[in-house]
Structures are given as C-alpha cells and as structure tokens.
C-alpha cells in the first residue's frame, strides 16, 4: 500500500466523488521576523487582578455553657458549598468556647 498518498486521493477517500467546491490554495506567509527573543509576558496578565467570588455560607448557631439555661447566638460564615461541611466548621469553632451547641440555619450569602 502506497503511505504517501496526494491530497486529491485523501479527499476521494475521506468524501467520495462528492465535487469541490473551491481549490484549497496555501495561506501566503506574511515576512515575520523573529530573532529568537521572545516578547516578556505581562505578570498582570497572570494574575487576577479581579477578586474572585468565593462560595459562602453563613450558620447561625444558638450556643450556651449552662444545659436549658441561658443561650446566645452567633453567626459563622463558612467558605464552601457544603452545608454539612459548614456545619460541622462551626460547630467546631463553637465547641473551643461554648459547651452545648445547636445549628439553627444554613443560608447562602
């Protein structure tokens, strides 16, 4: 089998006896010069000079130290999606403080 194939044989290949509609013509080669230096990219560009939005949660929590006595609420608010990865952040900073916790809400900021 002949792997050197021309242009007309791989389009008779690939389409059939399908007509061409226009000959295809090479794009003409525009007289670029390029000495080996390339053209320092900007860091500004790399960066995001934009702040980016972060998904956030904000938990409310109803916390005390005294079983059935006096409770306070606070409000968390948590970098992720995950409502039960919210949660459980929470309740966690919460827990170094008060002893007895209880989440009341989860809601999007």
């Known amino acids: 089998m002949n792997s050197e194939l021309t242009e007309e044989e791989m389009r008779q290949a690939l ?4 007509p061409i509609s226009a000959p295809v013509s090479p794009a003409p080669s525009k007289g ?7 053209a320092p990219v900007s860091k500004v560009t790399e960066k995001r000079t934009s702040k980016t939005l972060t998904p956030r949660l904000k938990v409310t929590l109803r916390v005390g130290n005294e079983f059935e006595g006096k409770t306070f609420e606070i409000v968390h608010e948590a970098d992720t ?8 952040e929470a309740t ?3 827990r170094k403080k008060y002893r007895y916790v209880e ?5 999007p900021m």
């Open 15 to 18: 389409f059939g006896n399908a």
């Open 32 to 38: 670029v010069q390029t000495d080996g230096i390339a």
């Open 81 to 88: 999606l995950s409502t039960l990865l919210a949660e459980q």
């Open 92 to 94: 966690k900073v919460a």
């Open 103 to 107: 989440v009341v809400s989860v809601k």
